[in-house]
């Protein structure tokens, strides 16, 4: 468990929350990045600008903070995987109508049965998934 | 109030995309951490979530009392609570596809600033992959 940063979890988590808190607050909407995502993807959304803005964002503010504060990223996948995951999440998400923010941190959060049955799902198989790379197929 | 919505949605997102990196969830090798209890277990993104719920919890059962959300004339929030075949099989491909890379939808946007290769070739499949759907299962 040397990896583990409670500290850090709980503060940038606490920002994800006051992120997804004033989104609803001020626009009334959830702060699920697959939804918005998806939307800005459809054609003819006529409400599409404050998507666009929202992913603007939330990439520009992290490229930002690193920019001065070092942050570790490390990919250990290799490109055909980045590529089958990315598919996959993408499918997944749009199928399953959210992913770890709109059904986790969101729909936890209004106590949505929907919502807690699809994080118990991902979660599940997201143990399950690793668990069959590093132990099975890389054990 | 258009251009207030705009606003807020990138401050929204902004603040996102900061919780990600500051909570280390923008880092696929802590989230896999996570996700593999058999091998070196981290559990720092149980905080997060935690961190984040903790925060949005309130402004969700709360908050949405209120007649309307400030920037917008109506609350519009999912009104769905069955639990069906697609949002179960949804949210097992992306748990698959979670457990692979290590990236879901936020996380990979917000990395694209830090590693820019790894993560558009994710999000490129990410999109590529909501577009499979939506011309699909999602007609």
Same mark, same amino acid.
């Given at each position: 468990m040397e990896n583990f940063t409670p500290v850090s979890g709980l503060i940038g988590g606490m920002l994800i929350g006051a992120s997804a808190a004033l989104f609803l607050m001020l626009n009334g909407r959830i702060a699920g990045i697959s939804g918005i995502l998806g939307g800005a993807l459809e054609q003819g959304s006529a409400d599409g600008a404050w998507r666009y803005a929202f992913l603007a964002g939330l990439v520009a503010a992290p490229a930002a903070w690193a920019a001065f504060i070092p942050v570790t990223v490390e990919i250990e996948a290799s490109a055909p995987l980045l590529i089958a995951a990315g %598919? %996959?999440? +993408?499918? +997944?998400? =749009? %199928? +399953?109508?959210g992913c770890t923010s709109g059904h986790g941190v969101c729909g936890i959060s209004r106590l949505s049965f929907r919502s807690i &049955? &699809?994080?118990a799902t991902f979660m599940a198989f997201g143990f399950l998934t690793v668990f069959v790379m590093r132990h099975v197929i890389g054990g | 109030m258009n251009r207030n919505t705009v606003l807020a949605a990138f401050a929204a997102g902004a603040i996102f995309g900061l919780g990600l990196v500051i909570s280390g969830m923008a880092n696929p090798a802590k989230v896999l951490g996570f996700l593999d209890i058999a091998g070196n277990w981290d559990p720092t993104l149980a905080f997060v979530m935690g961190g984040a719920i903790l925060v949005a919890f309130p402004a969700f059962q709360w908050g949405t009392r209120r007649a309307k959300p400030m920037f917008a004339e109506k609350w519009s929030l999912p009104? =769905?609570?069955d639990i069906d075949a697609r949002l179960l099989a949804g949210a097992a491909l992306f748990g698959i596809g979670w457990g692979i890379a290590g990236f879901c939808p936020g996380p990979a946007l917000a990395a694209i600033g830090i590693v820019p $290769?790894? &993560? %558009? $070739?994710?999000a490129a499949s990410m999109i590529a992959g909501a577009l499979a759907y939506r011309f699909t299962l999602g007609r």
């Amino acid at each position: 468990m040397e990896n583990f940063t409670p500290v850090s979890g709980l503060i940038g988590g606490m920002l994800i929350g006051a992120s997804a808190a004033l989104f609803l607050m001020l626009n009334g909407r959830i702060a699920g990045i697959s939804g918005i995502l998806g939307g800005a993807l459809e054609q003819g959304s006529a409400d599409g600008a404050w998507r666009y803005a929202f992913l603007a964002g939330l990439v520009a503010a992290p490229a930002a903070w690193a920019a001065f504060i070092p942050v570790t990223v490390e990919i250990e996948a290799s490109a055909p995987l980045l590529i089958a995951a990315g %598919l %996959l999440v +993408g499918f +997944g998400t =749009r %199928l +399953g109508s959210g992913c770890t923010s709109g059904h986790g941190v969101c729909g936890i959060s209004r106590l949505s049965f929907r919502s807690i &049955a &699809a994080t118990a799902t991902f979660m599940a198989f997201g143990f399950l998934t690793v668990f069959v790379m590093r132990h099975v197929i890389g054990g | 109030m258009n251009r207030n919505t705009v606003l807020a949605a990138f401050a929204a997102g902004a603040i996102f995309g900061l919780g990600l990196v500051i909570s280390g969830m923008a880092n696929p090798a802590k989230v896999l951490g996570f996700l593999d209890i058999a091998g070196n277990w981290d559990p720092t993104l149980a905080f997060v979530m935690g961190g984040a719920i903790l925060v949005a919890f309130p402004a969700f059962q709360w908050g949405t009392r209120r007649a309307k959300p400030m920037f917008a004339e109506k609350w519009s929030l999912p009104d =769905r609570s069955d639990i069906d075949a697609r949002l179960l099989a949804g949210a097992a491909l992306f748990g698959i596809g979670w457990g692979i890379a290590g990236f879901c939808p936020g996380p990979a946007l917000a990395a694209i600033g830090i590693v820019p $290769i790894e &993560a %558009l $070739i994710f999000a490129a499949s990410m999109i590529a992959g909501a577009l499979a759907y939506r011309f699909t299962l999602g007609r």
